[in-house]
């Protein structure tokens, strides 16, 4: 038994000593020569505008939740894909209810307008006037 963790252990010793050694002759070899140039930042080759610590807007993180979310989804239709001809009728009703949910989800998705790159500020500012 003592044999089996004996192992793990010299498998973490060894990549821990890999990596050590590694930074450790990156350390020795690289040039160090810092200066006000080579610690400036670097945009894709702008020169950077304005401060580091803007807000992004919302709806960069919701359309890339949203296909992260159909994305995985799509990633379940290659394993289907695979053993669709041994299950037969049974595989082709499983993945007919599956695309109806992605659909129903991406119609809804639609529907609340979370696609819309930019969005109708008029329909909000009527519905917030009503609430005073």
Known sequence: MLINFSNVFVFLTLGTVFVAVTLLLG???????????????????EEPIGHSWITFNVRFYVIALIFVIF?????????????????????FWDV?????????????????????????????QEEGEGDE
């Open 27 to 45: 350390r020795l070899v690289r040039p160090a020569d810092p200066n006000l140039i080579k610690m400036s930042n670097y945009e894709c080759g």
């Open 96 to 124: 007919l209810i599956f695309m109806g949910v992605l659909l129903v989800g991406f119609a809804y998705v639609w529907k609340m307008g979370d696609l819309d790159w930019i969005k109708d500020l008029g329909n909000l």
């Open 71 to 91: 994305d995985v989804e799509v990633v379940f239709l290659f394993p289907w894909a695979v053993v669709f001809r041994s299950m037969g009728w049974i595989a």
